[in-house]
């Protein structure tokens, strides 16, 4: 529906898959950002260099000229689309943006502005709906800043957790609880960092496997010894969530990447290894 010189439009919509692609992007010329509220499900973007979860309440700032794919779950969505030049007041924030997820206060009663805009715009008058446009996009700026500065508070919290977990990986009492007393932080802020990780736990967990696989290769030690030595309770364990992450026995997978030359190898080339040589060859064995 218009709404002035922007569009804005409701849905409801499960599993459907969207794909904007770059020839698409090249040919329609759709210079806009679409401003999309998640009233409730989920809406999952890929970008093609970031994936993009957007939960309920929350908001995403798409740029439309570059190509995307798009998945609803259960969704209840929406979407403003607003012309590029119209936010040209806005922040540094999309500069560059392919996607942003704004959340917080100001993300939230944007959120419920736009679900009241959309049961309202066909009873807008053309003055109404212009200034009814002008309004929502400084509550948009508005939630853009509070997200830039949420967004460094967020990665000096980050950066904060990581060191710590970094430093005491090793310790099998390390958990979430610790983590609380010893940084700070709230519960819900530790959570929202590590939504995406599975929890603070599943962080700790992919750490710790991660610091296993090296040493796998590093060195000779039994598994049982290396797995007590980078937190886990048990070699079973540990044999069981390396599996579960890495589709690979740990003994199977040291017989098979371990060579003479393994404790040459730099770590940063062992994280290229594990993210993208590993799941290549093992597709390539089965």
């Avoid at 090296?214 to 290396?226: D, F, G, T, W």
């Avoid at 017989?255 to 093992?282: C, G």
Wanted: proline residues 3%; contains cysteine.
């Amino acid at each position: 529906m218009r709404l002035d010189d922007s569009l804005i439009y409701q849905r409801w919509i499960n599993d459907v898959e969207h794909k904007r692609s770059s020839a698409r992007a090249k040919k329609d010329g759709f210079d806009h950002f679409v401003v999309t509220a998640v009233l409730s499900g989920t809406l999952e973007v890929d970008t093609q260099g970031s994936q993009l979860t957007v939960p309920s309440q929350t908001i995403s700032v798409l740029d439309l000229s570059y190509p995307m794919t798009t998945r609803a779950r259960n969704a209840h969505i929406v979407t403003l689309a607003v012309a590029r030049d119209r936010l040209s007041e806005t922040t540094a924030a999309l500069v560059g943006a392919k996607g942003l997820v704004l959340e917080g206060t100001m993300a939230t009663f944007l959120t419920q502005h736009l679900e009241q805009l959309a049961i309202s715009a066909t009873n807008l008058q053309p003055n109404e709906a212009r200034q009814m446009v002008e309004v929502t996009l400084s509550m948009l700026f508005a939630a853009i800043n509070s997200h830039d500065n949420y967004s460094r508070d967020r990665s000096k919290n980050f950066c904060l957790i990581k060191n710590y977990v970094e430093a005491h990986l090793t310790e099998r009492d390390l958990g979430l609880d610790r983590i609380i007393v010893e940084t700070g932080l709230s519960r819900a802020t530790i959570y929202r960092q590590f939504r995406q990780n599975g929890g603070v736990s599943g962080y700790i967990r992919d750490r710790r496997l991660r610091r296993l696989a090296i040493e796998l290769v590093k060195s000779r030690e039994p598994l049982a010894n290396l797995a007590f030595d980078v937190g886990f309770a048990s070699a079973a364990h540990a044999s069981r969530s390396f599996y579960d992450k890495y589709g690979i026995r740990p003994g199977e997978y040291r017989k098979t990447f371990h060579t003479p030359w393994s404790n040459d190898i730099p770590e940063a080339l062992m994280d290229v290894f594990l993210k993208e040589v590993l799941p290549q060859q093992l597709v390539e064995r089965h």
